[in-house]
């Protein structure tokens, strides 16, 4: 029988091997999540408001112990697992306090006696979720697909299928019935089945480019509705009225958070020539004093990659953009010992073409790209595949902001780092996905629309 063997990316180690279940048995579970649909769609919004802040209530009473089970599983530093954690009990209670109005009917004036929009639950929600934010990813799909009256079944990275189990436990100590959320320890090889299942209505995805197109492929001959978000190459122009301390702060935090490994991190620094040497000298600095070590010391700025295979992928990817002409400045090397770690790494006069400016660097290397004016450094930002997130650090707000609406991606920050917000919609556009996720936006996604006339 297949298994996934979950290794510690800080030192190598083994830490548990969990038999996969067969694609049958995964049947037969997508299969009680169906059953459980049917009895779940039926409940109230205060029954599940109840239940979705008793999950809430879980995430903040073991806050530490899941914490400490993502750092050991994918490598983040464990103050940034206790964030995630929060995060998920935030955005529990928000999905339990404000669904409701998000759902509610939207009457409709026309020549009928009554005429209303409704939005009611579709079914059974496939989620494929990746590994960099184990619990929160998840917690973004389920908490606004649950609280509408779907249920649904989570196929995990396999790195961090303790995480998957956590989350499984959770929601059942959170007194959800047996159903409406399942960790599906499939491997990648029978997800197709998973998909073509008659109880999934729906998919959807965070991760790659490559497994966005695979699975929206498969889902599409089945005509189910997918959401795809993928990946990023984030661009961030730093204009020339720009407080370099406070902009080289951003640009090393954007960089290094998550160990680099981020979908919306900063990862493309579009800076004006008149200050392209000193914002870089600055960078270099910061980037060159954050610690890279143990993610369980309080005092680690950035720990290691997920995986090793991982760190070798960027490795060759910074090889080949020197190969093309960027600059190598810090980092760049693999170092020795275990883990997978790798330096803060820092790439300058990087232009369209080389690998540092055409593909997503997912992990601690920046690209820095000289730009000749506010037009040409829109331009080069607009040059990408990719359209997820994007800033503009700049000492002027209002010219922050006419830049950012100029900006082809899902979300445009002035002077703060692009975060995911229960708030506001959040996705991409281009090669970064489609759909949204969050807000009213979000959970209006798995939903049947259905429109009302009563003569």
């Known amino acids: 029988m297949a298994s996934a063997k979950i290794i510690n990316p800080a030192t190598g180690e083994k830490i548990e091997e969990y038999d996969r279940i067969s ?38 009473t073991h806050k ?7 750092t050991r599983e994918m490598g983040k530093i464990i103050e940034q697992s206790r964030k995630e954690i929060e995060k998920c009990a935030k955005i529990c209670r928000y999905y339990a306090e404000h669904a409701e109005g998000f759902l509610s009917e939207e009457a409709v004036e026309t020549e009928a006696e009554k005429s209303y929009v409704a939005f009611q639950p579709m079914g059974v929600i496939l989620a494929v979720m990746p590994w960099n934010f ?42 959800f019935p047996e159903g409406i959320f399942t960790n599906l320890n499939v491997s990648s090889g029978d997800v197709k089945e998973v998909i073509e299942h008659p109880d999934v209505v729906a998919v959807t995805l965070t991760g790659s480019d490559p497994a966005g197109r695979s699975v929206a492929s498969i889902a599409g001959a089945s005509l189910k509705k997918t959401v795809m978000e993928l990946g990023g190459s984030d661009a961030y122009i730093v204009l020339d009225d720009v407080d370099l301390e406070e902009a080289t702060d951003l640009a090393t935090f954007g960089r290094l958070q998550n160990n680099g490994q981020t979908c919306i991190a900063a990862k493309r620094f579009v800076v004006l020539n008149g200050i392209y040497d000193k914002f870089l000298d600055l960078f270099t600095k910061k980037m060159k004093a954050a610690k890279m070590g143990d993610p369980m010391d309080e005092s680690t700025y950035y720990g290691p990659m997920a995986r090793v295979d991982l760190r070798d992928e960027i490795h060759e990817q910074v090889k080949k953009s020197i190969t093309q002409g960027a600059r190598l400045v810090i ?14 790494t820092i790439l300058a006069e990087v232009e369209p073409g080389m690998e540092a400016f055409d593909n997503e660097l997912f992990g601690p290397v920046a690209s820095v790209i000289r730009a000749d004016d506010e ?20 000492g002027n707000r209002e010219r922050g902001e006419k830049i950012a609406l100029q900006l082809e991606a899902g979300s445009s920050f002035v002077n703060k780092l692009v975060v995911s917000d229960p708030r506001l919609p959040f996705g991409g556009i281009k090669n970064s996905g489609y759909g949204r996720e969050l807000s009213g936006y979000g959970i209006r996604e798995f939903v049947n629309i259905k429109s009302v006339w009563i003569a």
């Not at 509408?148 to 989350?167: D, P, R």
């Not at 980092?331 to 803060?344: D, F, I, M, T």
Request: net charge positive; aromatic share 10%.
């Open 23 to 60: 694609a049958s048995e995964a049947s037969e579970k997508v299969k009680q999540a169906g059953k459980a649909y049917r009895s779940w769609k039926k409940t109230s919004f205060a029954e599940r408001s109840e239940l979705m802040n008793k999950l809430a209530d879980e995430f903040e």
């Open 64 to 70: 530490e112990t899941l914490a400490r089970l993502a």
């Open 134 to 175: 184990p619990f929160y990813q998840v917690i973004r799909f389920a908490a606004p697909a649950l609280m509408a009256g779907n249920t649904g079944v989570l196929k995990h990275a396999s790195n961090v299928q303790g995480c998957a189990f956590a989350l499984e436990d959770a929601f059942r100590k959170a007194g």
């Open 331 to 344: 980092g760049g090397a693999v170092p020795e010992g275990k883990g997978a770690y790798y330096p803060a």
């Open 375 to 394: 037009d040409h450094a829109v331009k080069l930002a607009n040059t990408s595949q990719f359209g997820l997130g994007s800033g503009v650090m700049t």
